[in-house]
């Protein structure tokens, strides 16, 4: 298993934004600095933002000198904050931004890492928070959820058709699951085949990091955020993993072009090509969209 994240759509998305030199672009999810790095060898300004305060601090030790010269602006909070926080950099800096470029995925480190639990692979808590400054984490959901509620969790984050299933077999366990490798043992004894491949627990645990990190809600607040703050011509850039992320940039984009307030850059989302997903797997669920501001 690859351990080192691979950065999805990365020229398509630089290309999307059309960017000239010496523009502004917002990277609403740093992650492991791939598209930033890409953005910064074209000359971009960048205000990068992530909630996951480990992002920053291998963004702030990688990129030292962009930062220190004003090429690069790391922001260690959720994209829910981009209008407030871009708006201080700009104004301070007398800056207008170009383009924002929204990547919904999770990173190889976050998965790979035991002890966040974002992960079935290896034992660790079940925290699963993007930003441990969040009260709420993955154990509590499961403590705290009403069998029903948890089953409709993991249908509609997850696309999980034995739901009722799972979420039955937690609350009856003779003991608290409050770690990876219990979670993953739960839904095995439920479910023990893989398809295609994946891990029988993949989306169970992906429901469970939408629901403790609210990431669906996230992306309704920053989406209309990230147009106000594009001037004229500047492009929305969107590499969405999850149907419910893709169908909430969809509605958006399709709104502002009803409205005459942009227009669509392709009629349908791009999706990874074979050559990407022989290379890596994990962006075969992938779509790439973006839209520019009239």
């Known amino acids: 298993m690859n351990t080192t994240h691979q950065t999805v ?4 998305s630089i290309e999307l934004l059309n960017l000239e030199p010496g523009k502004v672009v917002v990277d609403a999810t740093f992650g492991t600095g791939g598209h930033t ?29 962009e930062i220190s010269q004003k090429k690069l602006f790391l922001v260690h909070e959720s994209f829910s904050k981009l209008a407030q926080e871009v ?25 790979m890492s035991a002890e966040r639990g974002f992960s079935f692979v290896g034992d660790g808590p079940l925290d ?7 009260a709420v984490m993955a154990k509590d959901i499961l403590a705290l959820v009403p069998e ?29 699951i409050t770690t990876t490798a219990q979670l ?33 809600s996230e992306i309704q607040l920053a989406l209309p955020q990230a147009f106000d703050v594009l001037e004229k011509g500047g492009r929305i850039v969107s590499i969405a993993f999850h149907e ?25 989302a791009v999706q990874p090509s074979e050559a990407e997903l022989k290379d890596n797997p994990r962006a075969r669920s992938a779509k790439l969209r973006g839209i520019e501001k009239l």
């Open 184 to 216: 993953a043992e739960c839904v095995l004894k439920v479910n023990h085949r893989r398809s295609g491949g994946i891990h029988p627990a993949t989306k169970v645990f992906q429901a469970l990091r939408i629901a403790v990190n609210g990431e669906l």
């Open 37 to 65: 790095q890409a953005l910064l060898d074209q000359q971009s300004t960048v205000i990068a933002f992530d909630w996951d305060a480990d992002a920053i601090t291998r963004g702030s030790t990688r990129f030292q000198s």
């Open 148 to 176: 029903k509620q948890l089953e409709l969790l993991f249908r509609e984050f997850g696309g999980e058709i034995h739901a009722r299933a799972i979420a039955k077999a937690i609350k009856q366990s003779p003991v608290p």
């Open 128 to 134: 699963m928070r993007m930003d441990t400054r969040l």
């Open 244 to 268: 419910g992320e893709d169908r909430i940039v969809k509605q958006q984009f399709a709104q502002w072009e009803a409205c005459n307030k942009a227009r669509k850059l392709q009629k349908k």
């Open 9 to 12: 759509f990365l020229n398509e």
């Open 87 to 111: 708006e201080r950099i700009t104004i301070n800096e007398n800056l207008a931004v170009s383009g924002v470029l929204f990547d919904f995925g999770t990173s190889t480190e976050q998965l």
